[in-house]
Protein backbone atom coordinates (compact mmCIF):
# COMPACT_ATOMS: atom_id res chain seq x y z
CA UNK A 1 0.00 0.00 0.00
CA UNK A 2 2.82 2.39 0.69
CA UNK A 3 4.67 2.44 -2.69
CA UNK A 4 2.79 1.64 -5.76
CA UNK A 5 3.73 3.55 -8.38
CA UNK A 6 2.00 3.56 -11.57
CA UNK A 7 1.74 6.25 -14.74
CA UNK A 8 -1.80 6.56 -14.42
CA UNK A 9 -1.09 7.88 -10.78
CA UNK A 10 1.63 9.96 -11.98
CA UNK A 11 -0.23 11.44 -14.87
CA UNK A 12 -2.79 13.04 -12.08
CA UNK A 13 -0.57 14.24 -9.72
CA UNK A 14 0.41 17.52 -9.71
CA UNK A 15 4.02 16.71 -8.54
CA UNK A 16 3.84 13.68 -12.08
CA UNK A 17 4.83 11.52 -8.82
CA UNK A 18 3.43 8.39 -7.78
CA UNK A 19 4.49 5.53 -4.97
CA UNK A 20 6.62 7.16 -1.93
CA UNK A 21 3.41 7.33 -0.17
CA UNK A 22 4.85 5.22 2.90
CA UNK A 23 7.67 8.18 3.39
CA UNK A 24 4.73 11.00 2.42
CA UNK A 25 2.99 9.33 5.69
CA UNK A 26 6.30 9.60 7.74
CA UNK A 27 6.56 13.07 6.42
CA UNK A 28 2.72 14.05 7.83
CA UNK A 29 3.54 12.58 11.16
CA UNK A 30 6.41 14.37 11.46
CA UNK A 31 4.41 17.45 11.10
CA UNK A 32 1.93 16.37 13.30
CA UNK A 33 4.57 15.81 15.66
CA UNK A 34 5.80 19.56 15.27
CA UNK A 35 2.17 20.92 15.99
CA UNK A 36 1.46 19.14 18.76
CA UNK A 37 4.72 18.35 20.79
CA UNK A 38 4.23 21.39 23.11
CA UNK A 39 1.03 19.48 24.17
CA UNK A 40 3.10 16.68 25.86
CA UNK A 41 5.61 18.84 27.12
CA UNK A 42 7.82 18.49 24.31
CA UNK A 43 10.16 20.43 22.70
CA UNK A 44 9.57 20.71 18.71
CA UNK A 45 13.14 21.78 18.25
CA UNK A 46 14.61 18.25 19.74
CA UNK A 47 12.81 15.52 17.95
CA UNK A 48 14.99 12.60 17.16
CA UNK A 49 13.92 9.91 15.07
CA UNK A 50 14.50 6.26 15.48
CA UNK A 51 14.16 2.85 13.42
CA UNK A 52 15.57 -0.70 13.19
CA UNK A 53 15.80 -2.25 9.72
CA UNK A 54 12.95 -1.36 7.41
CA UNK A 55 12.57 1.64 10.56
CA UNK A 56 16.13 2.57 9.77
CA UNK A 57 15.48 2.75 5.83
CA UNK A 58 12.90 5.06 6.78
CA UNK A 59 14.86 7.16 8.88
CA UNK A 60 17.65 7.27 6.24
CA UNK A 61 15.17 8.56 3.63
CA UNK A 62 13.73 11.13 6.33
CA UNK A 63 17.12 12.35 6.21
CA UNK A 64 17.11 12.54 2.60
CA UNK A 65 13.92 13.79 1.28
CA UNK A 66 13.95 18.03 1.04
CA UNK A 67 9.85 17.88 2.37
CA UNK A 68 11.00 16.38 6.16
CA UNK A 69 13.74 19.29 6.53
CA UNK A 70 13.21 20.73 9.94
CA UNK A 71 10.95 18.24 11.27
CA UNK A 72 13.37 16.37 13.22
CA UNK A 73 17.21 17.29 15.25
CA UNK A 74 18.77 14.24 15.19
CA UNK A 75 18.37 10.75 13.92
CA UNK A 76 18.95 7.17 15.19
CA UNK A 77 19.66 4.21 12.32
CA UNK A 78 20.01 0.71 13.04
CA UNK A 79 20.86 -1.87 10.63
CA UNK A 80 19.63 -0.61 7.14
CA UNK A 81 20.23 2.19 5.07
CA UNK A 82 19.45 2.72 1.34
CA UNK A 83 23.12 4.12 -0.62
CA UNK A 84 23.61 0.94 -2.58
CA UNK A 85 21.27 -2.58 -0.99
CA UNK A 86 17.64 -3.33 -0.84
CA UNK A 87 16.85 0.11 0.60
CA UNK A 88 17.70 2.46 -2.34
CA UNK A 89 15.52 4.41 -3.80
CA UNK A 90 14.71 3.26 -7.64
CA UNK A 91 14.18 4.89 -10.52
CA UNK A 92 10.35 5.95 -10.75
CA UNK A 93 10.01 4.13 -14.45
CA UNK A 94 11.61 1.04 -12.72
CA UNK A 95 8.59 1.34 -10.22
CA UNK A 96 5.97 2.15 -12.50
CA UNK A 97 6.27 -0.72 -14.68
CA UNK A 98 5.92 -3.22 -11.31
CA UNK A 99 3.04 -1.14 -10.40
CA UNK A 100 1.79 -1.39 -14.06
CA UNK A 101 2.28 -5.49 -13.73
CA UNK A 102 0.76 -5.45 -10.47
CA UNK A 103 -1.79 -4.10 -11.67
CA UNK A 104 -2.41 -6.45 -14.23
CA UNK A 105 -2.89 -8.89 -12.06
CA UNK A 106 -5.02 -7.42 -9.44
CA UNK A 107 -8.02 -6.55 -12.53
CA UNK A 108 -7.04 -8.77 -15.08
CA UNK A 109 -5.44 -8.61 -18.29
CA UNK A 110 -9.00 -8.27 -20.04
CA UNK A 111 -9.77 -4.76 -17.80
CA UNK A 112 -8.14 -1.95 -18.98
CA UNK A 113 -6.29 0.03 -16.58
CA UNK A 114 -8.12 3.26 -14.75
CA UNK A 115 -7.91 4.77 -11.54
CA UNK A 116 -11.95 4.12 -10.90
CA UNK A 117 -11.20 0.30 -11.83
CA UNK A 118 -7.88 0.25 -9.12
CA UNK A 119 -9.72 2.33 -6.85
CA UNK A 120 -12.18 -0.30 -6.67
CA UNK A 121 -10.51 -2.98 -5.60
CA UNK A 122 -10.90 -3.79 -1.93
CA UNK A 123 -7.66 -3.88 0.06
CA UNK A 124 -8.27 -8.08 0.50
CA UNK A 125 -8.56 -7.76 -3.42
CA UNK A 126 -4.97 -5.67 -3.15
CA UNK A 127 -3.16 -8.24 -0.75
CA UNK A 128 -4.26 -11.10 -2.73
CA UNK A 129 -1.88 -10.51 -5.66
CA UNK A 130 1.06 -12.51 -4.74
CA UNK A 131 3.96 -10.74 -3.10
CA UNK A 132 6.65 -11.65 -5.93
CA UNK A 133 5.04 -9.47 -7.90
CA UNK A 134 4.81 -6.53 -6.45
CA UNK A 135 7.75 -4.04 -7.09
CA UNK A 136 6.92 -1.33 -4.37
CA UNK A 137 9.72 0.44 -3.10
CA UNK A 138 10.93 4.13 -2.91
CA UNK A 139 11.31 5.76 -6.16
CA UNK A 140 13.32 8.81 -7.39
CA UNK A 141 10.01 10.74 -8.47
CA UNK A 142 11.60 14.26 -8.80
CA UNK A 143 9.73 15.78 -5.77
CA UNK A 144 9.49 12.99 -2.61
CA UNK A 145 13.45 12.10 -3.91
CA UNK A 146 15.45 14.31 -6.15
CA UNK A 147 17.77 11.93 -6.80
CA UNK A 148 19.07 8.58 -5.03
CA UNK A 149 19.55 8.01 -1.37
CA UNK A 150 23.37 8.23 -2.19
CA UNK A 151 24.09 11.17 -5.23
CA UNK A 152 21.68 13.19 -2.06
CA UNK A 153 24.23 12.71 0.50
CA UNK A 154 27.22 12.91 -1.84
CA UNK A 155 26.15 16.13 -2.38
CA UNK A 156 25.76 17.10 1.32
CA UNK A 157 22.13 17.65 0.40
CA UNK A 158 20.63 15.69 3.41
CA UNK A 159 19.41 16.81 6.46
CA UNK A 160 22.60 18.24 8.47
CA UNK A 161 21.39 16.51 11.74
CA UNK A 162 23.77 13.97 14.06
CA UNK A 163 23.49 10.57 13.26
CA UNK A 164 23.87 7.29 15.91
CA UNK A 165 24.40 4.09 13.48
CA UNK A 166 25.31 0.47 13.28
CA UNK A 167 24.77 -2.51 12.82
CA UNK A 168 25.19 -6.34 14.14
CA UNK A 169 27.89 -8.93 13.52
CA UNK A 170 25.62 -11.65 12.71
CA UNK A 171 22.62 -9.87 10.62
CA UNK A 172 21.85 -12.70 8.21
CA UNK A 173 21.89 -15.47 10.60
CA UNK A 174 17.92 -16.28 10.27
CA UNK A 175 16.96 -14.04 7.46
CA UNK A 176 17.66 -16.94 4.97
CA UNK A 177 21.51 -15.61 4.62
CA UNK A 178 22.52 -19.08 3.40
CA UNK A 179 20.19 -19.51 0.19
CA UNK A 180 21.87 -20.13 -2.43
CA UNK A 181 24.85 -22.11 -0.98
CA UNK A 182 23.62 -25.05 -0.10
CA UNK A 183 27.05 -26.56 -1.55
CA UNK A 184 29.98 -25.47 -2.76
CA UNK A 185 29.00 -25.75 -6.23
CA UNK A 186 25.74 -23.78 -5.21
CA UNK A 187 27.84 -20.83 -3.58
CA UNK A 188 30.47 -20.32 -6.28
CA UNK A 189 27.29 -20.24 -8.93
CA UNK A 190 25.35 -18.17 -7.18
CA UNK A 191 28.39 -15.71 -6.54
CA UNK A 192 28.83 -15.71 -10.74
CA UNK A 193 25.47 -14.77 -11.26
CA UNK A 194 25.20 -12.10 -8.80
CA UNK A 195 28.73 -11.27 -8.83
CA UNK A 196 29.92 -11.50 -12.14
CA UNK A 197 33.23 -9.97 -13.04
CA UNK A 198 33.81 -9.27 -9.61
CA UNK A 199 33.56 -13.26 -8.70
CA UNK A 200 37.22 -13.90 -8.70
CA UNK A 201 37.36 -10.95 -5.85
CA UNK A 202 34.52 -12.25 -4.20
CA UNK A 203 35.61 -15.55 -3.77
CA UNK A 204 38.78 -14.33 -2.57
CA UNK A 205 37.38 -12.19 -0.10
CA UNK A 206 35.01 -14.75 1.61
CA UNK A 207 36.85 -17.90 0.38
CA UNK A 208 34.80 -21.61 0.90
CA UNK A 209 36.45 -24.82 0.69
CA UNK A 210 33.11 -26.94 2.12
CA UNK A 211 29.68 -26.85 2.19
CA UNK A 212 29.19 -25.48 5.91
CA UNK A 213 31.82 -22.56 5.07
CA UNK A 214 30.05 -21.51 1.99
CA UNK A 215 26.85 -21.54 3.62
CA UNK A 216 28.52 -19.44 6.69
CA UNK A 217 30.69 -17.25 4.23
CA UNK A 218 27.45 -16.58 2.28
CA UNK A 219 25.49 -15.55 5.39
CA UNK A 220 28.63 -12.98 6.26
CA UNK A 221 27.96 -11.59 2.97
CA UNK A 222 24.94 -11.15 3.50
CA UNK A 223 25.71 -9.53 6.22
CA UNK A 224 28.29 -6.98 4.38
CA UNK A 225 26.55 -6.10 2.00
CA UNK A 226 22.88 -5.41 3.45
CA UNK A 227 23.96 -3.92 6.78
CA UNK A 228 27.47 -3.18 7.66
CA UNK A 229 28.19 -1.89 4.50
CA UNK A 230 25.39 0.51 4.00
CA UNK A 231 25.66 1.87 7.84
CA UNK A 232 30.10 2.51 7.09
CA UNK A 233 28.93 4.44 4.17
CA UNK A 234 26.24 6.33 6.26
CA UNK A 235 28.61 7.63 8.47
CA UNK A 236 31.17 7.88 6.09
CA UNK A 237 28.69 10.16 3.60
CA UNK A 238 28.12 12.95 6.71
CA UNK A 239 31.18 14.48 6.12
CA UNK A 240 29.34 16.55 3.46
CA UNK A 241 27.51 17.77 6.28
CA UNK A 242 28.90 19.43 8.92
CA UNK A 243 26.91 17.37 11.92
CA UNK A 244 28.53 14.00 13.22
CA UNK A 245 28.29 11.05 12.96
CA UNK A 246 28.79 7.81 15.89
CA UNK A 247 29.19 4.13 14.37
CA UNK A 248 28.46 1.12 16.55
CA UNK A 249 28.84 -2.36 15.83
CA UNK A 250 27.22 -4.86 18.02
CA UNK A 251 28.62 -7.98 18.52
CA UNK A 252 27.50 -9.03 21.80
CA UNK A 253 26.25 -13.05 21.90
CA UNK A 254 24.11 -13.66 25.08
CA UNK A 255 24.04 -17.56 26.17
CA UNK A 256 21.57 -19.52 24.75
CA UNK A 257 21.54 -23.17 23.45
CA UNK A 258 21.24 -22.25 20.11
CA UNK A 259 23.93 -19.00 20.41
CA UNK A 260 26.47 -20.48 18.11
CA UNK A 261 24.03 -21.08 15.34
CA UNK A 262 22.44 -17.27 15.66
CA UNK A 263 25.43 -15.05 17.45
CA UNK A 264 24.89 -11.16 17.35
CA UNK A 265 21.52 -11.79 15.08
CA UNK A 266 19.41 -8.95 13.20
CA UNK A 267 17.17 -7.41 15.63
CA UNK A 268 19.57 -8.50 18.32
CA UNK A 269 20.52 -4.74 20.06
CA UNK A 270 16.68 -4.08 20.04
CA UNK A 271 16.42 -5.33 23.92
CA UNK A 272 19.52 -3.42 25.17
CA UNK A 273 18.48 -0.29 23.72
CA UNK A 274 14.91 -0.07 25.50
CA UNK A 275 16.33 -2.17 28.62
CA UNK A 276 13.52 -4.72 28.28
CA UNK A 277 15.01 -8.26 28.53
CA UNK A 278 12.45 -10.75 28.02
CA UNK A 279 9.35 -9.82 26.89
CA UNK A 280 9.83 -10.07 22.97
CA UNK A 281 7.19 -12.40 20.82
CA UNK A 282 10.69 -13.39 18.57
CA UNK A 283 11.88 -16.66 18.86
CA UNK A 284 15.45 -15.42 18.57
CA UNK A 285 15.43 -13.43 21.42
CA UNK A 286 14.70 -13.87 25.06
CA UNK A 287 18.25 -15.18 25.43
CA UNK A 288 19.63 -16.31 28.89
CA UNK A 289 20.86 -12.72 29.74
CA UNK A 290 23.01 -12.44 32.85
CA UNK A 291 24.83 -9.69 34.56
CA UNK A 292 26.97 -8.74 31.48
CA UNK A 293 23.90 -8.08 29.62
CA UNK A 294 22.59 -5.80 32.02
CA UNK A 295 25.08 -3.60 32.49
CA UNK A 296 25.72 -3.57 28.53
CA UNK A 297 22.00 -2.12 28.62
CA UNK A 298 22.49 0.41 30.55
CA UNK A 299 25.04 1.41 28.85
CA UNK A 300 23.54 1.62 25.25
CA UNK A 301 20.09 3.01 27.10
CA UNK A 302 21.77 6.06 28.27
CA UNK A 303 23.93 6.23 24.87
CA UNK A 304 20.56 6.53 23.14
CA UNK A 305 18.58 8.65 25.80
CA UNK A 306 22.08 11.21 25.98
CA UNK A 307 21.88 11.49 22.15
CA UNK A 308 17.72 11.94 21.57
CA UNK A 309 18.45 15.17 23.94
CA UNK A 310 21.50 16.42 22.68
CA UNK A 311 22.66 14.89 19.56
CA UNK A 312 26.01 13.87 21.94
CA UNK A 313 25.52 10.19 23.09
CA UNK A 314 28.17 10.73 25.48
CA UNK A 315 28.08 10.92 29.26
CA UNK A 316 29.36 10.61 32.62
CA UNK A 317 30.59 6.85 33.83
CA UNK A 318 30.56 6.19 30.02
CA UNK A 319 33.10 4.81 27.85
CA UNK A 320 34.10 7.74 25.10
CA UNK A 321 32.06 7.31 21.96
CA UNK A 322 34.38 8.91 19.25
CA UNK A 323 32.36 10.57 16.49
CA UNK A 324 32.91 8.86 13.16
CA UNK A 325 35.99 10.47 11.05
CA UNK A 326 36.52 7.99 7.61
CA UNK A 327 40.15 8.60 8.07
CA UNK A 328 40.68 6.87 11.80
CA UNK A 329 37.27 4.48 10.78
CA UNK A 330 36.79 3.96 14.59
CA UNK A 331 33.28 2.40 15.64
CA UNK A 332 31.91 1.79 19.30
CA UNK A 333 31.54 -2.22 19.48
CA UNK A 334 29.59 -4.02 21.78
CA UNK A 335 30.56 -7.03 22.60
CA UNK A 336 31.24 -8.25 25.96
CA UNK A 337 32.47 -5.07 26.80
CA UNK A 338 32.07 -1.62 25.11
CA UNK A 339 35.54 -0.69 23.44
CA UNK A 340 36.55 1.16 19.95
CA UNK A 341 37.53 -0.53 17.73
CA UNK A 342 39.34 0.47 14.39
CA UNK A 343 38.10 -0.59 11.17
CA UNK A 344 35.84 -3.25 11.79
CA UNK A 345 35.43 -5.87 8.79
CA UNK A 346 37.10 -2.95 6.43
CA UNK A 347 38.08 -5.35 3.83
CA UNK A 348 35.13 -6.84 3.34
CA UNK A 349 33.46 -3.50 3.07
CA UNK A 350 36.29 -2.03 1.22
CA UNK A 351 34.82 -4.97 -1.27
CA UNK A 352 31.34 -4.02 -1.07
CA UNK A 353 32.63 -0.33 -2.20
CA UNK A 354 34.12 -1.50 -4.97
CA UNK A 355 30.68 -3.73 -6.28
CA UNK A 356 28.31 -0.70 -5.47
CA UNK A 357 30.54 2.14 -7.14
CA UNK A 358 30.82 -0.65 -10.33
CA UNK A 359 26.80 -0.58 -10.21
CA UNK A 360 26.46 3.18 -10.16
CA UNK A 361 28.20 3.46 -12.97
CA UNK A 362 26.50 1.07 -15.11
CA UNK A 363 23.21 3.50 -13.73
CA UNK A 364 24.46 6.37 -14.83
Known amino acids: FGYLAHPLLSAESEHGASGNYGTLDQVAALQWVQRNIDAFGGDPDRVAIFGESAGSWSVNHMMATPLA????????????????????????????????????????????????????????????????????SANV?????????YNIFTAGDQHDVPVLIGSNADESSWLGGAQGAETVAEYRETVGIEYGE?????????????DAEAQQRRKDSSTDAIFGWEMRAWARMMKTVSSPAYLYFFSRVPHAADAERYGAYHTAEIPYVFDNFGVSASPHANRDYDDTDRALSDALASYWVNFAASGNPNGEGLPVWPVYDPVGDMALEIADTIRVSRGVRKERLDFFDRFYESERRQVN
Open 141 to 149: DGWVFPDTI
Open 69 to 136: RGLFHAAIGQSGGGFGSIGRAHSKAEIEMGGEKFVEFLLGSETEPSLEAMRSASAEEVQAVAPSLVRS
Open 198 to 210: FTDEFLATYPADN
